[in-house]
């Protein structure tokens, strides 16, 4: 992919040229970063550029993401646990339905940045359980 795009002119900003070679790539996901190289071909003005699949760094980037998906289902269940609460209780606690917290838990489903943050404010203030309805 980079041979077709080397030593063109950017089709992105159309002041530059493309060269083929590696970038430093930075990438969040639930406020981590992953740090990666991307090939390519890139802007000598734009700094943009047209990225060559890899495969073996997309395998890299989905066990990250994996990896951070199965720690918040471990930070779930010790929480849960902490608080002396049944599944179905953090589940409606959370506004889930009856199975939720069981398939946030197992790796099933990914639970939305406020049930991660609900549960982290009672981990960190665990009165505060008496506030809410279970």
């Known amino acids: 992919m980079t041979n077709k795009w080397n030593e063109k002119t950017c089709p992105l900003c159309k002041e530059g040229v493309l060269h083929t070679g590696t970038k430093a790539v930075t ?3 639930k406020g981590h970063r992953y740090l990666s190289e991307a090939r390519g071909a890139f802007c000598d003005h734009c700094e943009d550029g047209f990225l060559e699949y890899d495969e073996a760094e997309e395998i890299a980037w989905l066990t990250f993401r994996d990896r951070i998906d199965a720690e918040d289902a471990s930070e779930l269940v010790r929480i849960r646990k902490k608080l002396k609460l049944t599944q179905l209780e953090a589940a409606r606690l959370a506004g889930g339905g009856k199975n939720a917290f069981s ?9 939305v940045a406020a049930v991660l943050n609900l549960f982290r404010l009672l981990d960190k203030h665990p009165d505060l359980i008496k506030e809410l309805t279970v």
């Open 103 to 111: 398939r946030y838990e197992r790796g099933q489903a990914k639970p």
């Open 27 to 29: 990438q969040s996901y």
